[in-house]
């Protein structure tokens, strides 16, 4: 039924108007509300898969149409190498298939295939402690080296529960169903729990051990990232480089953190994202700190490209000379690139701060002072923060995967085991292997 407005009394069209307005109001209320919602995806620090998602961009998803496929030009591949055979079977034809006869005569000519056979056993062995008294009255019940301190599982059974769940990330319920359906171990979802547990536990010395060495680096990269725990907001603190890393889990996100993890002593150099913390830190203890370029260009690139493109490129020319000046031997030289790139780099935060809608990022830029030119001066501090980003990602992959860590308990855990985890990892040690040699 169409409602014509003549047709209808003052009272009515009032009545009309006013919930039209209503309507118009929650609207707009909706709207505001989606935009905020918008904004934390939409921004420099968005990871590009967030980006995918919500812009609907297929980009790197699938194949430029006309790409040439398969691996770049000149890469060198690898080749996958099997060892000696442990065992030679060999097939001899018994009668022609085409017609029949039996009677063959070898060519000489023989074919060789590797085949990598898996053999998963269980073993159940019973051991018999045989008490003894000794002449002064002692009771002694001697031990096997193999019989492990708590538990029915041996060090192989419980290296694989604790490489499953911190290197492959799988949840306990997987690692009971994958114990008991392939390798025939009976396994809880408690059990599994108890044994990464007496694990950690078991291993406390060698992250202690981490804690003393991070001290002790020429270079360190640190980084953090919110963590639930128990539907609290913690953070993930991470001290790193290319050999080590250090996680600690803790509910606050101050300097505290990183005056206890690398002290007052520490004689190193610091690379970091620029967040206020680091720069107290380094500041304070008069520690050589690098800023992170490549967040700074996300950051310019997000605010620039598009709506201020003469400041874009002028940044990006910033960047090249960095680079460049970085590859720089002499000294003279150095010191040369380095008093003209201050200069740039200050009239650049000059003239983004003329522009009202850049005034926020011209001044988180100015705030990093001198550490954003450190990585010439010292050309073992890199220009970015990469390796700390990638250490820290297995703890944002497993957030996805859980939700949140479901005790204190847990904190401490994870602290431990990622860490170790992580630096083996660095050092291109097996994890699984080692954890046996440890436990």
């Known amino acids: 039924m169409i409602l014509k407005l003549e047709d209808l009394s003052k009272e009515k069209l009032i009545d009309l108007v006013l919930n039209k307005e209503r309507r118009i109001e929650k609207l707009e209320k909706e709207k505001e509300k989606l935009e905020r919602e918008l904004k934390k995806y939409k921004n420099a620090n968005t990871p590009s898969s967030a980006h995918r998602h919500i812009r609907g961009n297929t980009q790197g998803l699938k194949a430029k149409k006309g790409a040439r496929r398969g691996a770049p030009l000149r890469h060198k591949g690898s080749t996958l190498f099997l060892p000696y055979p442990e065992e030679t079977i060999l097939a001899s034809a018994k009668k022609c298939p085409e017609c029949g006869s039996k009677k063959l005569a070898p060519t000489g000519y023989i074919k060789k295939r590797k085949m990598i056979r898996l053999f998963i056993t269980r073993k159940i062995t019973q051991y018999e402690q045989q008490e003894?008294?000794?002449?002064?009255?002692?009771?002694?019940?001697?031990?096997?080296?193999?019989?492990?301190?708590?538990?029915?599982?041996?060090?192989?059974?419980?290296?694989?529960?604790?490489?499953?769940?911190?290197?492959?990330?799988?949840?306990?319920?997987?690692?009971?169903?994958?114990?008991?359906?392939?390798?025939?171990?009976?396994?809880?979802?408690?059990?599994?729990?108890?044994?990464?547990?007496?694990?950690?536990?078991?291993?406390?010395?060698?992250?202690?051990?981490?804690?003393k060495e991070i001290k002790q680096q020429k270079l360190v990269g640190a980084d953090e990232t919110s963590l639930s725990v128990l539907g609290v907001n913690h953070w993930v603190w991470v001290f790193c480089n290319n050999i080590l890393s250090f996680f600690k889990i803790h509910n606050k996100r101050g300097g505290d953190i990183v005056q206890q993890t690398l002290g007052k002593n520490f004689q190193g150099s610091l690379i970091s994202d620029g967040w206020k913390t680091y720069t107290v830190y380094c500041h304070d203890n008069k520690i050589r700190h690098g800023?992170?370029?490549?967040?700074?260009?996300?950051?310019?690139?997000?605010?620039?490209?598009?709506?201020?493109?003469?400041?874009?490129?002028?940044?990006?020319?910033?960047?090249?000379?960095?680079?460049?000046?970085?590859?720089?031997?002499?000294?003279?030289?150095?010191?040369?690139?380095?008093?003209?790139?201050?200069?740039?780099?200050?009239?650049?935060?000059?003239?983004?701060?003329?522009?009202?809608?850049?005034?926020?990022?011209?001044?988180?830029?100015?705030?990093?002072?001198?550490?954003?030119l450190t990585c010439i001066i010292y050309p073992e501090i890199?220009?970015?923060?990469?390796?700390?980003?990638?250490?820290?990602?297995?703890?944002?992959?497993?957030?996805?995967?859980?939700?949140?860590?479901?005790?204190?308990?847990?904190?401490?855990?994870?602290?431990?085991m990622m860490s170790l985890i992580s630096t083996w990892q660095k050092q291109q040690k097996n994890q699984y292997y080692i954890l046996q040699t440890l436990l």
């Open 132 to 211: 003894a008294r000794c002449e002064n009255g002692h009771l002694i019940l001697p031990q096997h080296h193999d019989l492990p301190d708590q538990g029915i599982y041996d060090k192989k059974i419980v290296s694989l529960v604790n490489y499953l769940k911190f290197k492959a990330r799988v949840p306990h319920n997987i690692i009971t169903d994958l114990m008991r359906n392939v390798f025939n171990i009976p396994m809880t979802d408690t059990t599994s729990l108890n044994i990464i547990k007496r694990t950690s536990e078991r291993l406390e010395p060698e992250y202690e051990q981490l804690g």
């Open 291 to 372: 800023r992170c370029w490549a967040h700074a260009k996300r950051e310019v690139e997000f605010e620039c490209k598009n709506k201020h493109a003469d400041l874009y490129k002028w940044y990006c020319d910033i960047y090249k000379s960095v680079k460049k000046a970085r590859a720089c031997k002499r000294e003279r030289k150095i010191k040369q690139m380095h008093n003209h790139l201050k200069a740039d780099l200050e009239r650049w935060i000059g003239a983004a701060k003329a522009r009202t809608s850049l005034r926020k990022l011209a001044t988180k830029l100015e705030n990093g002072g001198s550490d954003w």
């Open 382 to 416: 890199p220009m970015d923060n990469n390796e700390s980003e990638r250490s820290i990602r297995p703890f944002v992959i497993l957030e996805k995967i859980m939700g949140c860590l479901r005790s204190e308990g847990g904190k401490k855990v994870y602290e431990i």
